[in-house]
């Protein structure tokens, strides 16, 4: 709801954030006073401000870093105490007033959405406002604007409701750059409150405050058909046309500003910090990335940036040319035939460096892998010694390699190739810059392992068939030339054909011969010697296929199985056959990262000494290392 000067509306009895806006260069103090039924504070404790952010009860809170161009607060009305009417919201400012400031406004928000909002239009120039309040009317809060304005600013505010100001110093008619409150005047129709004598028992204490001034002072303190105890007109207070019609600003109570007790200690409204730290250089492009980069206030040298701050490290920037050392900037010495030979300072300081970076570099790299923050500390020591990476990443390159095949090996022992698995191995490899013909051999093993792995998880390709007659519902996944073995009494017979999975069957069409079989009746497939062997539920159901690549046969087949059988395993859920990682890390371990038949550390893999299918255990003391050759020839063999 939009509301106009001395409108008010309804509020939740909720927690409410309270923001102040504004189009300019200027900085407003947002505070708040809470106020009792007279009108005053209980005590000086009730001013919430910028020394003071946050009231006992926790009722009224100042943000401390708003965003630019406001000022908020949050206000929590069931903490409100019972003993509190009021909660006005004001302002101030150090520079300038408040007609200088653009588009003030004040918007009162709950936890769906704005409830409220007053545009302060036209203000005056003054340099402390009371921007609105929330009261209590009928056992509910509601929210008025009131846009009033003090010329003897914050100070001369808060004194009106009551709160002490320490004036020891003289500071609330300074000019001083940490004092806003300067400016003598109020902008209403009331004039502030004086000093009095304490109220004496039994005399009425707006009387009391009358009797001490004069005339024209009291009958300008309280207007016409304004209610001194509440600042507004009984008849109209709940009425928001009324109140936008013939506004009533809230008068603060003329006994509100009574002499302070002698052992009572004021407010001090001055600022705990004035002074300003001269600002931080800004940071360098990819901050979280420790490296030399020019310093900001020195063109002339480089600074280390340490990935969170600039430190206090630097060094002169060196001439980038052939007859200078990069690193040093001491000149080269000339070659007889041409050219510059190297920095000898520079190249036994790396040597020396490498020595025993190398040893910590293949540590973290077995421990924890290229990742982490002891990883990236690793190559900030290296950049803080102006060292080229390419230099330590030729130090690292066999190291690497051992570390991928690794990650290869351990991803093939149990079959399956997850998602994580492959951004890991391809992480490894970017951040290692491994490059070769290993490389890309591992890396198409990788990708192809995971293809398999989405085909047996039930990420089926589907296939077009126009000359095959398909039931209702059906899909084919795999459509290939395949050869049908028969094992007879007379030997085998093969027969040429195609092999068609579909949804539904399988269904092998050859020369003249052809079978169906459904899903229902397959128990495993699995590939053995270069043949998918399909197992029925019938001792003559089952069958033998040749195919030019078994393992994405097997992978499909599989995966069709699993998919009629609703056997697709959950996202994150292992197949029975994996290895846990602890196993494949003791038995890497043990058998040195290498081929226990020939010593061969590459196209390694985990073999079963003992096969799953003939009753093997998948634990350490059944597992060992082969080579992809060795595997082979080894085969399910014992």
Same mark, same amino acid.
């Given at each position: ?24 260069? &200027? ?27 946050? !009231? ?124 806003? =409150? ?28 009358? !009797? ?11 207007? +016409? ?28 109570? +003329? ?56 430190? +206090? ?12 050392? +990069? ?9 007889? =035939?041409?050219? &510059? ?22 540590? %973290? ?59 890991? =191995? ?81 269904? =092998? ?16 497939? !699995? ?74 550390? !590459? ?29 082979? %020839? ?5």
């Amino acid at each position: 709801m939009k509301l106009s000067k001395g409108a008010n509306a309804p509020v939740p009895t909720s927690l409410l954030a309270v923001v102040v806006s504004w189009r300019s260069e &200027h900085v407003v103090d947002a505070h708040a006073l809470l106020l009792t039924e007279s009108g005053a504070v209980r005590s000086d404790r009730d001013l919430v401000f910028f020394n003071a952010p946050r !009231h006992v009860s926790q009722a009224v809170t100042i943000d401390q870093e708003p965003a630019p161009g406001t000022a908020r607060l949050s206000v929590s009305l069931p903490r409100t105490e019972s003993e509190v009417a009021r909660i006005v919201v004001s302002g101030s400012l150090d520079d300038g007033t408040f007609n200088e400031v653009g588009d003030l406004a004040v918007t009162v928000f709950d936890a769906r959405g704005p409830v409220a909002r007053f545009d302060i239009e036209d203000p005056d120039a003054v340099d402390a406002m009371m921007f609105g309040e929330f009261y209590r009317r009928d056992e509910q809060w509601r929210f008025r604007a009131i846009g009033q304005g003090w010329t003897t600013g914050l100070a001369g505010m808060v004194t009106e409701f009551g709160v002490t100001v320490d004036d020891s110093d003289g500071q609330a008619g300074s000019k001083r750059e940490s004092n806003p =409150f300067a400016s003598p005047g109020r902008t209403d129709s009331y004039p502030a409150a004086r000093w009095t004598d304490p109220p004496s028992p039994g005399v009425p204490t707006v009387a009391r405050a009358q !009797h001490t001034r004069s005339p024209e002072a009291a009958s300008d303190r309280v207007p +016409t058909g304004v209610s001194a105890a509440s600042g507004t007109d009984p008849a109209t207070a709940d009425d928001p046309r009324a109140s936008t019609d013939t506004p009533r600003d809230p008068v603060p109570p +003329t006994h509100a500003a009574t002499r302070p007790h002698p052992y009572h200690r004021a407010v001090d409204l001055t600022r705990r910090s004035t002074e300003r730290l001269p600002a931080a250089p800004p940071p360098p492009p990819y901050p979280e990335r420790a490296d030399w980069h020019r310093d900001p206030q020195d063109g002339a040298r480089m600074r280390w940036w340490d990935g969170t701050q600039w430190s +206090t490290a630097t060094h002169p920037r060196r001439p980038v040319d052939a007859r200078h050392c +990069t690193r040093c900037g001491n000149p080269l010495r000339r070659k007889l =035939f041409g050219g &510059h030979s190297g920095c000898d300072r520079c190249a036994a300081e790396i040597e020396e460096f490498l020595t025993h970076w190398g040893t910590r570099a293949r540590r %973290t790299l077995t421990a924890s892998g290229p990742s982490g923050p002891e990883w990236s500390q690793l190559w900030a020591t290296l950049r803080y010694q102006r060292i080229d990476e390419n230099i330590g990443r030729t130090m690292l390159r066999d190291p690497g390699l051992g570390y991928v095949e690794r990650l290869a090996t351990f991803a093939f022992a149990d079959g399956e190739i997850a998602q994580p698995e492959l951004d890991a =191995f391809e992480a490894a490899v970017d951040e290692l810059r491994l490059t070769g013909p290993l490389i890309e051999d591992l890396r198409r093993r990788m990708h192809r392992g995971r293809v398999l792995s989405r085909m047996r998880e039930g990420e089926l390709p589907v296939v077009r068939t126009p000359g095959l007659h398909l039931d209702p519902e059906e899909r084919v996944h795999l459509d290939l030339p395949a050869t049908h073995v028969r094992h007879l009494a007379r030997g085998p017979k093969v027969t040429t054909g195609r092999l068609i999975a579909s949804n539904k069957k399988l269904r =092998f069409v050859g020369a003249g011969a052809g079978t169906e079989m459904p899903w229902n009746r397959v128990v495993s497939v !699995h590939v053995e010697h270069d043949s998918v062997i399909i197992a029925a539920t019938s001792a003559r159901g089952g069958a033998i296929f040749d195919v030019a690549d078994p393992d994405y046969v097997a992978a499909a087949l599989e995966g069709a199985l699993r998919v009629a059988k609703r056997l697709v395993l959950t996202p994150g859920q292992r197949d029975s056959r994996s290895i846990p990682q602890e196993v494949k890390a003791e038995v890497w371990q043990r058998d040195g990262g290498r081929c226990v038949e020939c010593g061969s550390g !590459h196209y390694l893999e985990f073999d079963h000494v003992i096969p799953l299918s003939r009753g093997g255990a998948t634990s350490a003391s059944n597992l060992q290392i082969l080579c992809r050759s060795c595997n082979r %020839t080894k085969g399910a063999r014992i």
